[in-house]
């Protein structure tokens, strides 16, 4: 049965169309008693598999120590990802991986997998505008940063307080403060410099649900950067087809409508109707 892929910028409402999609799927099998027993369902992402959105920051200054290179720890998180979706998909399998899927290169090879399996192949596309997103981003960085602050207290073994980037827009001054506090307190205070070197002030204020628990992407750019090399959908070709568009506004009707086309289309494979154009 088919593979189903999520796709869209970071923080643009993904993971949220993905579950829906996934309870509309159940309902649907469950309602059908010629799919109640044929049909199994799965969804997989990036945090069914536990991949952290510091995998896909590319800038080799923020890789850490043990990772081989800032470009291995994607590779790792994608051949886990492809890993995840082999082993279940099958005839008998439905299969929604909701992740970025922003490569075409990526989206080709899981299009063969389905092509392998004699199973079909769908992909729907997230839309929201880039401030929209960003703000999702922006509101997880905040949330982030206060349960950091509520749950840490900002001191030292010598007592002093360290003043926090975001408290401090200065930068510490060497003479007022206790060494070890001054680089800590200095080095905060140089990763908000770059942080806020790369930010785009364009974003959207947007209140995140309160079930959200998603970490954001940081820094910033690591952001940035995947909405820059985000490669759009074509539908003219065969791996991006047949494409199904959902956007931030639609209602849960007009989500649901969707959902139905690609019940028709993509899991019982009806063939489409045609329309005659007057
Ligand atoms: P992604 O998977 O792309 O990171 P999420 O689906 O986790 O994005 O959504 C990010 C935040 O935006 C969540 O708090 C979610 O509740 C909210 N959100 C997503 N889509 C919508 C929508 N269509 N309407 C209102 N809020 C939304």
């Not at 309602?31 to 044929?38: C, G, L, Y």
């Not at 790792?76 to 990802?81: G, N, T």
């Not at 005839?91 to 997998?113: A, F, H, M, S």
Request: proline letters at 8%; hydrophobic letters at 30%; aromatic letters at 8%.
């Amino acid at each position: 049965m088919p593979l189903i892929l999520i796709t869209g910028l970071p923080t643009s409402g993904k993971s949220t169309r993905a579950s829906q999609l996934y309870d509309y799927l159940t309902e649907r099998i469950a309602s059908d008693p010629s799919t109640s027993s044929k049909f199994r369902l799965h969804l997989i992402s990036d945090q069914t598999l536990s991949i952290s959105r510091s995998v896909y920051d590319l800038d080799p200054a923020h890789t850490p120590a043990h990772v081989r290179s800032a470009n291995a720890s994607e590779k790792d998180a994608r051949a886990a990802l492809y890993g995840a979706v082999k082993r279940v998909l099958s005839p008998r399998d439905i299969v929604i991986l909701d992740t970025l899927n922003y490569i075409k290169g990526w989206r080709y090879q899981l299009y063969c997998e389905a092509k392998n399996v004699q199973t079909p192949f769908g992909l729907v596309q997230v839309g929201c505008p880039v401030t929209r997103a960003r703000g999702v981003n922006e509101a997880r960085i905040r949330r982030q940063e206060q349960q950091q602050q509520s749950t840490q207290p900002s001191t030292t073994d010598t007592g002093a307080t360290i003043p926090t980037a975001a408290a401090a827009g200065a930068a510490p001054k060497s003479g007022d403060l206790h060494p070890e506090t001054y680089q800590q307190s200095h080095q905060n205070w140089q990763q908000k410099q770059f942080e806020e070197s790369t930010t785009e002030p364009d974003s959207e204020e947007v209140q995140l649900s309160p079930t959200d628990v998603q970490e954001p992407y940081l820094p910033r750019s690591n952001w940035e950067n995947l909405v820059f090399r985000y490669e759009e959908p074509n539908p003219m070709t065969r791996w991006d087809s047949p494409l199904f568009i959902l956007t931030w506004n639609d209602t849960p009707e007009e989500a649901r409508k969707v959902f139905d086309q690609i019940w028709d289309e993509v899991v019982v494979n009806k063939p489409q109707k045609l329309i005659r154009a007057n």
